[in-house]
């Protein structure tokens, strides 16, 4: 995709940049990871995402 949406973690703003225009802060995609049924990794993932809840 060319275009993704990003969130602004700090002040909770949507926007296509890499940087808030609010307040200059970095932004995170808030997409999902794609998923595949053969990840070798998914033990790891779901741990993490239930560990930090």
Same mark, same amino acid.
């Given at each position: 995709?060319?275009?993704?949406?990003? !969130? &602004? +973690?700090? $002040? #909770?703003?949507? @926007?296509?940049?890499? !940087? &808030? +225009?609010? $307040? #200059?802060?970095? @932004?995170?995609?808030?997409?999902?990871?794609?998923?595949?049924?053969?990840?070798?990794?998914?033990?790891?993932?779901?741990?993490?995402?239930?560990?930090?809840?």
């Amino acid at each position: 995709m060319r275009f993704q949406l990003r !969130k &602004c +973690v700090k $002040c #909770k703003k949507y @926007t296509l940049k890499t !940087k &808030c +225009v609010e $307040c #200059k802060d970095d @932004t995170v995609s808030v997409h999902p990871a794609k998923f595949s049924p053969d990840d070798k990794y998914i033990r790891y993932r779901l741990a993490e995402r239930y560990n930090n809840s």
